[in-house]
């Protein structure tokens, strides 16, 4: 066993399929790599839960890597936030955002009333919440101002069919 499985068995499994993940340490810090900030970043569990849904977002879902970013930074009334990973369509509108917790975190409607606020700046058309464990997805209609929860994650070939994404 090398020094890099010996951590990655203190990890969580998460109801997700296993990601490749890149860990280094500096003392007592864990990092691991981000593949969209293209740097190493605190694994934190709720990082260990974005890196692992990223993961997944393009392995097994078939999302552009190239359409994904990480910690979008937003101005929220005067306030400046970040929102954990948002998908970008194409044309660069946001279609979906992510927001994600540590596994241990019971996803509340707290959780759902903050990714409400922070698409009344991005306007995406989906909104994601995720401990690892859960995940939950609704759409947005805007023409009739409901939201649907959905369930399951749609899978980018479904998104370009739908919205013809080229």
């Known amino acids: 066993m090398t020094h890099q499985d010996a951590f990655n068995d203190q990890l969580p499994r998460l109801n997700l399929p296993p990601a490749e993940l890149h860990l280094s340490r500096c003392g007592k810090i864990v990092k691991v790599f981000d593949q969209l900030r ?16 990223v993961a997944w977002l393009i392995k097994y879902l078939h999302y552009p890597e190239s359409l994904l970013a990480n910690e979008i930074g937003i101005n929220l009334n005067g306030t400046k936030k970040r929102c954990d990973t948002v998908v970008f369509n194409p044309n660069g509108s946001p279609l979906i955002i992510v927001e994600y917790k540590a596994p241990d975190i019971v996803i509340t409607q707290n959780v759902f009333d903050q990714i409400m606020r922070y698409n009344m700046c991005l306007h995406a058309r989906y909104l994601i919440v995720s401990n690892g464990m859960k995940h939950y997805c609704c759409v947005i209609n805007y023409e009739n101002g409901a939201y649907n929860f959905i369930p399951n994650i749609p899978d980018y070939t479904e998104l370009k069919n739908i919205f013809s994404i080229n």
């Not at 190493?40 to 849904?53: A, I, S």
């Open 38 to 53: 293209k740097k190493y970043v605190v694994l934190t569990p709720e990082e260990y839960v974005r890196q692992n849904f």
